[in-house]
């Protein structure tokens, strides 16, 4: 066997086009209806029952508020991971350590340009993941791409291991900050947000949306959907598998690049920084449905409201309990995520 | 065919399972230098930190005390009643996992160590006093909270900091006192926790005090200390309730999101007030927190800074290390000196013998305590004790019990500027 | 059902384990009951008894080491049955890991009752969770990667939920009581008792029996024929339910086995050393370091990754003289370990069983 991905055998090259037109759209109109319906009945239910349990209106919109930005926060950090997952079939463990690099990157950026503005690191710290993202790929990742998913995921783990035991040998151990100027909170209908954060859930918009850009508007991008769509095909129409996995590992690691300057401003900036979002951001990239980008966004809300609102109404349990009930229930409801797979 | 393979890989396992027989007797040959010098004179104290993973900050410093407080005694003539013998510390790295932490303590045992001093987590501390106790070799805890470690009726292990519970019940007291001078007195406090051992234990020692001194607790709002990410809705229960203080018992990361959310939502409140709080008394913290975390008191074990000695401790810290001295350091600087001090009354290398020592102790500690440390017949240390900071002017200030204050509390205190 | 539906499954299936094809091929033809020597039997016997002399020449701490070992192999023996042979990708093992240690605790502790029942209890619970959640996935066609996800969630709401209820003590877990002699049936010895070993290795053996039965029996080899190949499977009359179901029951009550062992020794559990990510991780980094879907992978990977961590730590504790500017550095250790984790799986994808193996089975 030389097929560097198992597939159907027998799709055509005209098929693999068009499967891979339909790949990473987000919304399959006919079967997300009843979806979307269903959702916002549950959403609805879940806001008056935490309202009552509040017993303050404000609570309650800051709940919401803060859900979407912390959603935000979270597609943010998933979004990497998903492209990978939908591309390389990786569940890439080190993408939290990615995160956790790139704040570091950011400081000693801001650190050695005498106090810059932080997010003009994006245009170091971006290139830097990016090719670092491909020289794992390239070296560690791509000689066995052909072993099951357990394999690679282990390499993920070993890699996790390294960089954040690297950043504490090189930053030492003590917690670190990142200052953003500017920085103030405003008012969104009696709820107080941080500017930060509002940055932060733009940033994940445009991330989503310059994703979705490479991947439907370029040749590269309809390369890599071609491969995740059906590699072997794929390969029969001379596309380079093997440096798409490559492109897409990079992209991947640089978009968690971008997650972790954006967040940085109001992280604590430690080794494990990036490693605590590893759990959330798995839930995330399932009920946005692996591989589907725009979906990573939509799973980031769900994920961020359940969290708040479960907090009102389960005032006693950690509110990731709410979460995996709620993970739970859409995996076996919707096997797919919310919004399907990608391809 | 397969037959040979079979019986090559037979061959290949046993081969595996002797070179782990050896190269584990490596392991111990490494340590064995320790205990055939320990022979010669030298005596081995075990320090078991997290130097890895999330509590390294703490983990590395608390290493980094207790080499100072063993060059303290060596450079003052080592242990005296045994001609001088010299101590020396073997660390191990728990990595903050409680089986590592296990292991690590066999082997530290093994290797000749006298007595065991950490380990910062409680979980990795209930394993180590397990194995303390079932090997004889007296456990010193440094810092480890939970309250359960020493309610199991073990002998061999004992506790310098003061666990949850009292931590919670003389942070309310602090808090009390501190309102009360001010003659704004708690009428309703809202209390903010991790939701782990330690924020649960403290909590419910501060909640029967409260209400034993009619003060009312509400919201009581609990969180996910691993995972949160922000604490803005928390905040906004606490606004919404017209309580006049915030409780905080948490860590440092969460403390640092509790800050930015007070400083988004602006309660109207007297005093935020950590109880035990990882994050409000850490010269980190007036970086990392915005304004600077001004007006922010915590309660909590901390060296003591009407103590000359420890203000000169602190001071070679910093100049050796080049960072600021944490608690934790002085705690395991504590340990190292009490065990010491053990031995040398003693006069003995002996674990059994030192740890009845170590029992009779009145060391008189770095760390703020009501006295000598006396342990009961738990291994609680019913001296310890705690003091109130808070931050004024960019500098960590002690403010509480006003006979060792540097300066007086600023209560109401400016938060929601 | 369209194949946008099933597109995971097919990527799971097809990548399971080559090395598993040399062992037991599709069809029964070249399995191991083709030989009229059970080799298998003779090997495993031949380990134990070399293993139990273990506690006669090694120290107190190797000792220590080795029951770590012995943890890590069952776990990675009890994976391997279901992901490994079974073909269903577990990434929450520690949901059985830690029935089966709270189960063990609770009776003992509150009830004082035996461990050893509290291990059989603990077994049974463990089976019957994983066909409940298994029989759910494969009802809703969680497939693959999905189908990890799920005992993943699955693990962490058993660890959430444990973290608060009040009857498994909460957040603080349960320590095992200290008794003043030792006992077999309370299943407690002195420290640095070689009985602890000697038990757990038992456990080894057992865990590795039912491996070997399982792969010789007939259950065994139409589970494998359904990870292979589900539609030729259905096609002759296999009920896959049934055999995919049968080998998450197996696995999980052998897992199980394994949180006895462990509360027992380390004498203490909570939530996260029973439930946390970490367990499962161990399971599958064992298991697959060894050779995923071979008899022998999780006993080789145990051997290997349950020591190496400490190997690391010793050598860099008193490191040659070119490493010697790292000696002192907190977190070098484990960057070695990394280092090796990767290497090792990069350098023998298969396992290093199961590479070695299909190197000489090739000659």
């Known amino acids: ?343 | 065919m397969r037959r040979h393979f079979t019986l090559a890989a037979a061959a290949g396992l046993a081969v595996a399972l002797a070179l782990t027989g050896c190269s584990g007797s490596a392991v111990s040959q490494s340590g064995g230098g320790a205990s055939s010098s320990a022979a010669g004179g030298e005596i081995v104290i075990g320090a078991l930190h997290p130097a890895t993973g999330a509590y390294a900050a703490d983990g590395q410093q608390m290493n980094n005390g207790a080499q100072m407080a063993v060059n303290a005694v060596n450079a003052a003539g080592g242990i005296k009643s045994l001609g001088g013998a010299k101590l020396k510390l073997a660390t191990a790295d728990t990595k903050g996992e409680p089986e590592t932490g296990s292991s690590e303590a066999t082997r530290l045992i093994q290797s000749g160590a006298v007595a065991l001093i950490g380990t910062y987590q409680s979980a990795v501390s209930t394993n180590v006093a397990a194995v303390a106790e079932r090997n004889k070799v007296p456990f010193v805890m440094d810092v480890s909270n939970a309250d359960d470690i020493l309610t199991k009726g073990y002998t061999y292990s004992f506790r310098l900091q003061p666990n949850a519970s009292t931590m919670g019940s003389l942070g309310f007291d602090a808090l009390q006192n501190i309102a009360g001078d001010a003659h704004k007195p708690v009428k309703q406090v809202a209390f903010l926790y991790e939701n782990g051992a330690f924020g649960s234990s403290t909590l419910a020692s501060f909640k029967s005090k409260a209400k034993a001194a009619g003060v009312k607790l509400d919201p009581v709002i609990g969180y996910d200390a691993a995972s949160v990410s922000d604490m803005t809705t928390q905040i906004q229960q606490v606004s919404a309730s017209g309580a006049d203080v915030l409780a905080v018992a948490g860590y440092y990361r969460d403390g640092v999101l509790v800050a930015q959310a007070v400083n988004t939502v602006k309660p109207k409140l007297n005093a935020v007030f950590g109880v035990a709080n990882g994050a409000f008394d850490q010269p980190q913290f007036v970086k990392d927190a915005p304004n600077g975390g001004d007006g922010y008191f915590n309660a909590n074990y901390a060296i003591d800074r009407s103590n000359p000695d420890a203000l000169a401790l602190a001071k070679d810290y910093q100049a050796k290390y080049g960072e600021t001295m944490r608690t934790s350091a002085a705690e395991s600087y504590d340990a190292v000196k009490l065990v010491a001090d053990a031995i040398d009354r003693a006069q003995s290398k002996d674990p059994a013998k030192v740890r009845d020592a170590i029992a009779s102790t009145s060391y008189k500690p770095m760390a703020a305590n009501k006295g000598p440390v006396h342990f009961n017949d738990k291994g609680e240390n019913t001296n310890a004790g705690l003091i109130a900071t808070q931050i004024l002017d960019a500098k960590i200030q002690q403010v509480y019990p006003a006979a060792g204050a540097e300066t007086k509390p600023v209560y109401p205190a400016p938060i929601s500027k | 059902m369209n194949n946008r539906t099933f597109a995971p499954r097919t990527v799971l299936q097809e990548r399971t384990d080559p090395v598993v094809d040399a062992v037991a091929p599709k069809g029964a033809g070249r399995t191991t009951v083709g030989n009229r020597v059970p080799w298998d039997y003779i090997v495993l016997v031949a380990i134990i008894v070399f293993g139990a002399t273990l506690p006669f020449v090694a120290t107190v701490s190797t000792m220590a080491i080795a029951m770590r070992v012995l943890v890590f192999a069952i776990m990675g023996i009890g994976w391997n049955i279901m992901s490994g042979f079974g073909g269903m990708f577990s990434f929450g093992h520690a949901a059985y890991f830690g029935i089966g240690a709270y189960s063990t605790a609770l009776l003992l502790v509150r009830f004082e009752i035996s461990p050893w029942i509290g291990m059989l209890a603990g077994m049974a619970i463990a089976a019957l969770a994983g066909m409940g959640l298994s029989y759910l996935a494969l009802r809703y066609k969680l497939q693959g990667a999905y189908y990890a996800m799920a005992t993943f969630a699955f693990a962490e709401v058993l660890r959430l939920f444990a973290f608060g209820n009040g009857p498994l003590h909460r957040q603080t877990g349960f320590t095992i009581p200290v008794r003043v002699e030792e006992s077999f049936w309370m299943f407690q010895f002195k420290a640095n008792s070689p009985w602890y070993y000697w038990i757990g290795l038992i456990m080894v053996a057992a865990a590795m029996l039912v491996s070997i039965v399982f792969v010789r029996s007939k259950t065994g080899r139409y589970t494998m024929a359904v990870r292979d190949d589900d539609v030729a499977a259905a096609a002759l009359g296999l009920n896959a339910l049934r055999y995919r179901l049968t080998a998450v029951a197996v696995s999980a009550a052998v897992t199980a086995m394994a949180g006895t062992l462990y509360v027992q020794y380390y004498m203490f559990i909570d939530p996260s050393l029973a439930f946390g990510p970490s367990v499962s991780n161990d399971a599958i980094i064992t298991a697959v370091v060894g050779g995923t879907g071979t008899i022998w992978g999780p006993l080789v990977g145990a051997v290997v990754m349950g020591p190496l961590s400490d190997l690391t730590t010793a050598f860099l504790r008193n490191p040659p003289q070119w490493l010697a500017p790292l000696a002192g550095h907190d977190g070098v250790d484990i960057i070695l370990y990394a280092i090796v984790l990767i290497a090792v799986v990069i350098l023998l994808p298969k396992g290093i069983y199961g590479t070695i193996r299909g190197k000489v089975t090739k000659r």
């Open chain 1, 1 to 343: 066997m030389t097929t560097t991905k198992p597939a159907p055998p027998s799709a055509p090259p005209s098929a693999v086009v068009h499967r891979a037109t339909r790949s990473f759209s987000a919304l399959a109109p006919q079967r997300t209806r009843h979806t979307l319906l269903t959702t916002a009945a549950v959403l609805a239910a879940a806001i008056i029952w935490a309202g009552v349990s509040a017993g303050s209106g404000t609570v309650l919109i800051q709940a919401l508020v803060t859900g979407i930005l912390t959603g935000g926060i979270y597609s943010l950090i998933a979004m990497g991971l998903t492209l990978i997952y939908g591309v390389l079939h990786i569940i890439n463990f080190a993408n939290g350590a990615m995160v956790g690099l790139a704040m570091y990157l950011t400081l000693t950026f801001v650190d050695g340009t005498g106090g810059m503005h932080p997010y003009i690191a994006l245009i170091v710290v971006v290139p830097a993941m990016l090719a670092l993202g491909a020289v794992l790929q390239a070296i560690l990742l791509n000689p066995v791409m052909r072993a099951p998913l357990q394999v690679q995921l282990l390499i993920t783990i070993g890699i996790a291991l390294a960089v954040e035991n690297i950043l504490l040998l090189v930053y030492g151990p003590n917690p670190r900050s990142v200052a953003l100027p500017g920085n103030r909170a405003v008012k969104i209908f009696g709820a107080a947000v941080e500017l930060s954060r509002i940055y932060a859930l733009v940033g994940a918009m445009i991330l989503v949306a310059v994703l979705w850009l490479v991947l439907q508007k370029t040749r590269t991008g309809t390369a890599v959907r071609a491969v995740s769509a059906n590699p072997e095909g794929a390969r029969l129409v001379g596309i380079n598998i093997k440096r798409i996995y490559v492109l897409t590992f990079a992209i991947g690691t640089a978009a968690a690049g971008a997650a972790g300057v954006l967040i940085a401003p109001f992280s604590t900036i430690e080794p494990t920084a990036g490693s605590i979002f590893n759990l959330t951001a798995f839930v995330v990239v399932v009920l946005g449905g692996m591989g589907n980008v725009p979906g990573a966004l939509v799973g980031g809300f769900v994920v961020g409201l359940t969290e708040q609102l479960g907090a009102l109404i389960m005032p006693g349990q950690s509110s990731l309990l709410a979460v995996f009930i709620v993970f739970l229930v859409v995996l076996f409801a919707r096997p797919t995520g919310v919004f399907g797979r990608a391809s």
